[in-house]
């Protein structure tokens, strides 16, 4: 199964603030890590060093984000294209989709995921074979 990540959850998994996200957010991630493939984005690696170094509570140092980033760069990572983000315009248009969430959701159909993991958007909306799954409900 392949499980795309949006960033809001792997930013839960780095904030001690709240312990009840954080917990399930960890445990979400290594079950996908357990079942099969975990894709994330570039806009995801870049939203989540920016995120962790300026709005998280208390805020990782620059350090610590650049290896956070460098660990989740591990798993495979898509990047975009022109061709994507026009893509993405259509998906936003078509769903009533905010922006980022548009790009996110692109990238997530375009790596063929199963699963997007993320905060955002509705619980068990599909798009085609993609499910949105909320972890924190």
């Known amino acids: 199964m392949i499980c795309f990540f949006d960033t809001n959850v792997l930013v839960y998994c ?19 890590c357990d079942q099969g493939t975990v894709v994330l984005s570039a806009q995801v690696l870049q939203e989540f060093y920016a995120i962790t170094t300026r709005k998280l509570q208390p805020a990782l140092s620059q350090a610590e984000a ?7 760069a591990c798993f ?33 159909l375009r790596a063929q995921a199963d699963v997007l993991v993320s905060e955002d958007g509705q619980h068990g909306q599909r798009f085609g074979k993609l499910v949105v799954e909320n972890p924190f409900l």
Do not use: K, Y
């Open 14 to 32: 780095m904030d001690a603030a709240d312990p009840v996200r954080q917990a399930r957010a960890i445990d979400r991630l290594a079950r996908a």
């Open 66 to 72: 650049q290896a956070q980033v460098e660990r989740l």
């Open 76 to 108: 495979e990572v898509v990047g975009s294209s022109a061709t994507s983000v026009m893509e993405a315009t259509r998906l936003a248009q078509q769903h009533q989709l905010q922006w980022w969430d548009a790009l996110i959701l692109e990238a997530a």
